[in-house]
C-alpha cells in the first residue's frame, strides 16, 4: 500500500500551507483534491471573456501572507492595491476605508447631533485597536503559549471582550443608520462583540483590505507550484471517503475508488463538521466533542449575482470606490421565509455592489466590466430544493434563482441606471452553490459564528488539534476567529499544524 508522512485533504490555502511546509522540511505529503483546479474557495471561473472570484474578493494582512510565501522559498512578490468601501444610505453616502479619525468628520458633518456618541464611540475602538496593535495576530491564539505578554493591552481586550457592540451602539447613539455604519461597516444591526468590531475597523480603517494584482487565485497557485518544486504531490480529482483509524489513532485514507494510503498524519483541510461527521468513522470522536462541534454556529451564506455588462450601457458613477454597501429602503429587510422574486422585497436588504474589474481591466473584454452583486442569504431557504449535488437539485431551485437574480439586478438599477439592459452573462450563486461548489456546511462563507454570545470571550481558541490522535485541522474554520482575516488565518492554520506534526515526528 502507497504511504506518505501525510497526506492533506483539499488544495485550498490552509491544506497548501501545511503541505508546503511539511514538504520543505523533507516529510512525504500527498495533497489529494476532490476538484478539478486548485485553490478551493479561492479558485476564480471564467465566462465570456470575464474572470469572477468563487470566493474571497480581497484580503487583509497582505504582508503576512507574502512574507509566508516568502518564508516557504516562493520567489515572486505579490503586489497589492487597496481596496476602498463606501456606504450609501438614504442622503448618507460615506468612504469607510478612511483613517478613524477622518471617518469621525464624515459622520459628525451627517448627524451634527450625535457629536458626543460619535466621539465616544470613536474612542472606544481606538482604546481596543491601539491593544490590538501591541499584539500580534497570532498572540491573540488562546493556546499560544504566553500569547498574552503585555497586561494593559490583555486588559482592555478582557474588559471588551464580552462587550455587544450593539449594547454599546445603543447606549452611546440614537440614529439607526448610524449605529448600523459603526457597528457593521455596512446597514445592517451589528451582532459582534466589540473586540471583534474594533478588529474589523483596525482592517478597514488602519491596515487596509488589499486586493491581489497578480489575481486572488495567484495565492493557492504560488502555493502549489512551490510544493510540487520541492517534492509534494497534488493529486486533482481525488475525492477522500473515509479517514481510516485505527487501535484510536489516524493510520491513513480510503478514496473514492476504494484506495488506501498509508499515513501517520491526516490534515483535512475540508469543512470542519465534514470531516468529524462523515470522513471519520462515528465512533473515532469523543461523542460529547462531536456533538460540541456540530452545535457550534457557522457564519450566514450568502445570494450573490456575477455580471458582466456593457460600459457604455450602464451608470457607474455612484462608486466612489471599488466596493458599495446599499440600503435602498428603510425598515427590516423582508425575511427570507417570505421573500418574493420581486424588486420591492430587496430594497431593505444591505446590497454589496462591487466594481470587480475596476482593480484590474483583464478581469472583463473590452468595454465591459465585471460587477458582483451580493446580500446575505440563510442556507435554510434553499435547503428544500437541494438533491444533494451538483447539477441534481429541484427544478423549481434553477429558475426560482434566477428570477431573484433578476429582481436584486433591478433593485441595484436603482443606484447602477441601465444595469439590467447591459448585462451580457450573468451568474448566480446561492446557499446551495456555497455548499456543493464551496464544500462548506450550510453554505457558510466566513468560518464560525462572529456572534458575540458565541465568541464571548476576546481570545481566538485553536481547532487545529482535534481528540483523535493523527487528526489536524487547517483552514478557514480552523481557528475560532479569523485574527488574520479568511486567507491569512488558513494560511496561517497551515504553518500552526505542520509545526505541531513537525514536533511529534522529531
Ligand atoms: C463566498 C466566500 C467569500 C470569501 N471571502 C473572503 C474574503 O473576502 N477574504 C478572505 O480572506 N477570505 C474570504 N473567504 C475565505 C477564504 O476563501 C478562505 O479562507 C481561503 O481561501 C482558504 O480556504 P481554506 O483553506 O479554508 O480551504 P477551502 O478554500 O475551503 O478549500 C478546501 C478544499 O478542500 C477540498 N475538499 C473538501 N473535502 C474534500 C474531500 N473529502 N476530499 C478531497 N478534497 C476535499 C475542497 O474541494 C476544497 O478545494 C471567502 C470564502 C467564501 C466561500
Known sequence: MESADAIIIGAGVGGLSAA?????????????????????????????GFIFPTGP?????????????????????????R????????????????????????????????????????????????????????????????????????????????????????????????????????TSKTEMPVVLLAQMWRFMSRLGIWYVKEGI???????????????????LGERVERIIVQDGAVTGVELARGTKIKARYVISDADYRETIEELLPPDAFPGNEREVISRMQLTSSAFTVFLGVKRDLVDLSAFRGDHLFVKLK??????????????EDFLQDEIWL?????????????????????????????????????????ERYYSLKEELADALVEAAANILPGL???????????????????????????????????????????????KV???LMVGLQSFTRLFYGGMGTSMYSGKYASDIVLEKMK
Open 330 to 343: 428603510e425598515g427590516k429587510p423582508v425575511p427570507w421565509e417570505i421573500k418574493k422574486a420581486v424588486t
Open 83 to 186: 481596496d476602498r468601501f463606501q456606504v450609501l444610505r438614504g442622503s448618507m453616502d460615506i468612504m469607510i476605508s478612511q483613517p478613524l479619525d477622518q471617518l469621525a468628520e464624515q459622520l459628525l458633518e451627517n448627524f451634527p447631533e450625535e457629536r458626543k456618541g460619535i466621539h465616544f464611540v470613536i474612542k472606544v475602538l481606538e482604546e481596543v485597536i491601539t491593544a490590538l496593535d501591541v499584539l500580534q495576530p497570532h498572540d491573540l491564539i488562546e493556546q499560544a503559549p504566553g500569547c498574552i505578554t503585555d497586561s494593559t493591552a490583555c486588559a482592555v481586550l478582557e474588559k471588551w471582550g464580552s462587550f455587544p457592540a450593539l449594547d454599546l451602539l445603543d447606549r452611546h447613539l440614537k440614529d439607526q443608520s448610524l449605529k448600523d455604519l459603526l457597528g457593521s461597516q455596512g
Open 469 to 471: 490522535p493523527g487528526l
Open 217 to 235: 487565485e495567484a495565492i493557492p497557485l504560488l502555493l502549489s507550484e512551490r510544493l510540487r518544486s520541492i517534492g509534494g504531490d497534488i493529486r
Open 354 to 394: 462591487s466594481w470587480w474589474s475596476r482593480h484590474e481591466p483583464a478581469l472583463a473584454p473590452p468595454e465591459c466590466e465585471a460587477l458582483i452583486i451580493k446580500v446575505g442569504a440563510p442556507f435554510d431557504m434553499f435547503a428544500p430544493f437541494s438533491g444533494g449535488g451538483r447539477g441534481l437539485h429541484h
Open 20 to 48: 508546503a511546509h511539511l514538504a520543505r522540511a523533507g516529510r512525504k505529503v500527498i495533497v489529494l483534491e476532490q476538484d478539478s483546479h486548485i485553490g478551493g474557495t479561492a479558485h476564480v471561473f471564467k465566462r465570456g
Open 420 to 466: 439590467p439592459g447591459a448585462v451580457v452573462v450573468r451568474e448566480v450563486a446561492t446557499p446551495l452553490t456555497y455548499k456543493y461548489w464551496g464544500h462548506r456546511s450550510v453554505g457558510s462563507v466566513a468560518g464560525w459564528s462572529w456572534r458575540s454570545g458565541e465568541q464571548p470571550k476576546p481570545w481566538a481558541r485553536s481547532l487545529i488539534a482535534t
Open 57 to 81: 474578493q480581497s484580503i487583509t494582512v497582505p504582508e503576512y501572507i507574502a512574507d509566508s510565501l516568502c518564508e516557504l522559498g516562493v520567489e515572486k512578490r505579490l503586489s497589492f492595491l
